[in-house]
């Protein structure tokens, strides 16, 4: 009875063991995988001299034609091998929105309502 008992309690510490290795390593990739690097503004002028992004005056008139508000927040970004302007607005609505423009084009890739 007492082996069992021993069997049965290492057999539930090494299925609590797995299951927090399996955990980890689920937030290990998640945060990989979706990670982004966000641009300095000496990397920015750079890239603005060079002619890999956009001057963020074009951006930030882009959005605003997109979705007219105030604008509350941009953020340079490099994902999936492109450079990304994410602008944060205000809307007439107090409605926040983030706009998702490549860099280099000024071209939509994304607009959602934020939370």
């Not at 007492?2 to 090494?14: A, D, R, V």
Request: charged residues 30%; hydrophobic residues 45%; contains cysteine.
């Amino acid at each position: 009875m007492q082996i069992k008992h021993t069997m049965t309690k290492k057999l539930g510490i090494f299925v609590l063991l797995t299951a927090a290795c399996v955990l980890l390593a689920g937030v290990f990739v998640f945060t990989n995988t979706t990670a982004k690097a966000d641009i300095n503004q000496q990397t920015a002028r750079k890239l603005l001299s060079a002619g890999k992004i956009l001057p963020l005056e074009k951006i930030t008139k882009l959005a605003k034609e997109i979705k007219p508000g105030e604008v509350l927040e941009t953020e340079l970004e490099h994902k999936k091998g492109i450079y990304i302007y994410e602008v944060e607005l205000l809307d007439a609505h107090s409605q926040v929105w983030e706009i998702k423009l490549d860099a280099k084009t000024g071209k939509l890739i994304k607009m959602e309502l934020e939370d």
